[in-house]
Every structure is written in structure tokens, then in C-alpha cells.
């Protein structure tokens, strides 16, 4: 089957049932990933919802298939919870966010602690029993797995969380990333086993390091993080390099925050693209470039010399309910295409419908009303010749 030009970054909105479920499972403290024994009726409820929704990928358009998301709770902390060695917990705090009214702080769900209990590792993960049967109903398209990239989750248990020292199972952070790594490594290879072609790796951590982001998470001003910045971009890339060796398409999607319409992070590309563009090992980069904050499309001639590499420009926003100005949309694929050729370049909204099972503000019809409009937008950009475009 052709791949089309216009691509889903992964989630998409829950119906009402299945978010029914997600509900619980935020407030309880006291029940095991995946969950199934601890909620009656939810396993039956999510494969229901998986397999209605994988149809209606197919029925719009849709080629490379995701679960939707549907049987996660949250874009990265389901695959880490699928680990052996990892105990979830109810934090104090969730993440902050910047508030669509006055651009204060927005405190997300708060089910996002994490305990280190025993040596990590990805064997018997349940994400790979969700690809078995999203394979099994795929037909003929092809299937992505949407995982929490290396990088960013070490930064967060090591850094953020501290999950080292005396008295821990990882003694030094050296100790925790290799003992991360063997667990990515122990998952992709179950991956490919199991008849795994593409691994998407999730990560909304770049901007820490952009010089011109006013609002890291990490440090006031972005200082003394050049050292960070290279372990980031080693630990992802032995995990990429790793992937091919075993013959998997690896591709990564880099966020700056998706949480019921609000988003978390500025910083420009150009400010970090030598490093996170050229430099990581990526075969497709699912960029966001819905609004002003990620810059010039100029980050992009970094790409210029690696030939083979694809990039899916995320013109598009998931954020908003109404249908996005296409004028903007075709200046803009028009602009990327004289930097890079036109056929390494792919159209998308900047993230998913539903990074974490809340969603974005918007209906699931103004989500499919958006999705058919990005199909047709390159349906026209990359099939029909620039007349017919302006007309």
C-alpha cells in the first residue's frame, strides 16, 4: 500500500466508555498496569474501542496505523509502567503547563510518580501484545508503535526524579542509563520479533536546551547544559542504532507539550538543529511547526546532507477545534520544499489528539473534520501541480 503524504503523529480522542476507565485508573494508587484485573469490564471496553477505531483510520485515509493511543493513559509513562522494576504512585504534583487564559501555570493529572523497586527491564512488555492484535486487524497497512524516548526518560527518573544514590537500585545515573538502555533494548528486540517494522520514539525535552526558550523546564537561562545535551543525544541514538541493527524504521516525534489544548515549552529549532535535527540517528522527524514558537522552517537545511532521512512537518494543529488556514499551510510546504526535496517531506498536525486521555478541546468530529482536512491539503500539495494549488 502507498503511504500517503499526510500522517497521524499517534493519538487520538477516546470515546466516553473507554474514558470512563482512564478516570479510574488516575485516581487509584492501589491497582497494577495494565490494570485489567483491578477494573471489570475495562480490557473488553479498550479492545472494543482499539478495534473501532483502527477501522476508522482505514476509512479516512489513514495508511500507517496507530492504536490511537487508546490503550495508554498518558504519551510516555504507560510504556515505563510496563517495565519490570517500575512502581507507579499518586505525586503530589502533576506537570505544568502554560494556561490558555493568562499564561500561568496548568497542573496536569498527578499519577505520574515513579518508583524504582528492582533492576528495569522490557521483556514480556504489554505493548507488545496491543501490536499483536493491532497487526492482526491492520490488513494491509502498515502499524507504528509510539513509545517515551530513551533520552527524555532518563532525564526524567535521573534527573527530574533523582532515582539514584545510596539506598537505590542504581547507585550512580551511569548505572540507571545503562540499565535503561538494556530494558529499550530487551522491548525492541521482543518488537521486531513479534513482527515490529517501525518504532516511533515520543520527546518533548529538546527545547530544554534551545538558548532562545524562556520557559525550560530545567534551568534559568539554559546555562552549562552542553554536556546534558550530548548524553541526550547519545542515549537516543544507541537505542536508534540498535533499532536498525535489528531492522526496525525508527523515527521520532518531538513535542512541546500537548495537554488539553495547552502546551509547555517555546524554543526555536534553529536554536538546537545541528545537535537534534543533524546529529540524532533518526530515519523520520515529526516536527511542530503549528505556530510561531518553533521558529524559522530554515532548521531545516541541517538535513541537507543526510539524504535519507524524512521529515514530517506538523503544520497543523491538534489544539483547536475549527480547521486550520491552508493558505499558511501551502506557503509553508511550499517554503520546506525548496530547502528540502518534496518527496522527503510528509504533512501532519503538530501532535496527537490526545497525548494524555483527557484530549484536546475539541469533539471528535472536529477531529476527523480536521484529519480529512489535512488529507486533502496534501492530496493537493503533492498530486496536483501548483495552478490547481492557488486556484
Known sequence: MTTSKFQLVGSLLRPADLLAYKNKIEQREDISYPFYDDLNGYEETEKAAIEKILAEQKAHGITVLTDGEYSKSMWHLDFLWGFSGIERYIADHGYHFQDLEDGGHFETRKDIGIRITAPLSGKNHHFIDIFKEI??????????????GAAHAFTELAIFNGLTGEGQIYPTQEALKDGLLDAYKEFLTEYKAAGGEIIQFDDCLWELFADDNDQSFFAEGNDGLEDLADTFIAINNEVADFGHALGLKVWTHNCRGNYQSRH?????????????????????????????RAGDLAALNVLQDRPDVEVVLGLLSSKTATLDDEKRVYDLLEKASRILPKERLFLSHQCGFASCDCGNELSIAEQWAKIDQGQKIAEKFWCKTPEKIEA
Not at 491492520?138 to 513509545?147: L, S
Not at 509547555?264 to 537534534?276: L, R, T
Open 135 to 148: 497487526k492482526a486487524q491492520a490488513g494491509d497497512h502498515t502499524v507504528k508503535t509510539t513509545v517515551w
Open 264 to 292: 509547555a515549552a517555546g524554543g526555536s529549532y534553529q536554536a538546537i538543529a545541528e545537535k537534534f535535527l543533524h546529529d540524532q540517528h533518526y530515519d523520520r522527524f515529526f516536527l511542530e511547526w503549528d505556530d510561531e
